[in-house]
């Protein structure tokens, strides 16, 4: 980097984060940031009051909105950007409304039902159900919640008096509408994509199901033509949900080349266990500085870019997934 001046990164982080568990050698994001020379500063804030507190005494020049709202109110992820909108901060990441959209998972159903792209078939309650047209199994989930797509399917209600039962408890926890959606046997595969005009996709990524739970396989063991057809469905996804910055797009894969877009996660966590790094650990991309005007940085901004040239192909036409 050139001057000498140190550029200030702020990363805002979930109070469930410990630093030292974020400020670790094997953090691909703070390690490449140190490395270019940038002060990378962790804050972990309380309320509101205490992040513009926080924000105001470091003064960042960029922060990383690495926020991960464990809370049935969705309003606190997209808030907190909106401080930084209204200070005038330049931040990597979602805007507020795309980031208050895309945690609403009925509205994101219907926008991809409108583009004719598959999801999982669904129902929303908003009361204790008197009937279903979902098949059984199915699985659920609060209609405002993030939750990663492989912890949703650990759980599946075998039938109607189940559903009732869990829909109740979901209804009194949550204080919100329920989501209800089929579960198919398949393979949970994710698609992380950087940039904005010119969009990166990353290695798709397979959550493997194990007695402990779940880990992640890393590229996915899969077809050159079905990784495609994944790549082309998640940039789409992507620039139709106005993806910026980066993004997790999740699928299921019920047999060869029938996908559904299972979730559009709008704020993935970047640590270390993440499976955006995980992702970008096997990819030819490696994060660099650029300085100049770029999506949502008016000075300076961390950006991805290309470390090594790798052609991948994008076919005109997707072709995935049924209704």
Known sequence: MTGTIRKKILLLVSNSIKEPDLISGDDLLVQSMTELGYDVNVTVFSNIYDLIEKIKASDPDLVFNLFQNTSADISVQMNIVGVLEILRISYI??????????????????????????SIPYQIYREIPNSTYLKFPVILRPVNMDWPTARIREKQIMEFDMLK???????????????????????ILYVGIFGNLNSKILPVCEAITDKNGFT??????????????????????YKYLMGKDYALISFLMVKEHEIYVADYHPNPSLLADSIFQLSFRVSNYKFKEFEGRSAGCSNICICFTI?????????GHIKFGRY
């Open 93 to 118: 990441g979602h805007n507020p409304f795309v980031l208050g959209l895309s945690n609403m998972k009925n509205f994101v159903k219907r926008l991809l039902e409108h583009k004719r792209i598959p």
């Open 165 to 187: 039962s869990a829909v109740s408890n979901y209804l009194n926890s949550y204080n919100q509408p329920v989501l209800v959606e089929s579960f198919f046997p398949g393979r």
């Open 307 to 315: 470390y090594r040239n790798r052609p991948f192909h994008l076919s």
């Open 216 to 237: 992640f396989e890393c590229p996915a063991k899969i077809d050159r033509e079905t990784t495609s057809h994944l790549r082309d469905a998640a940039l789409h996804v």
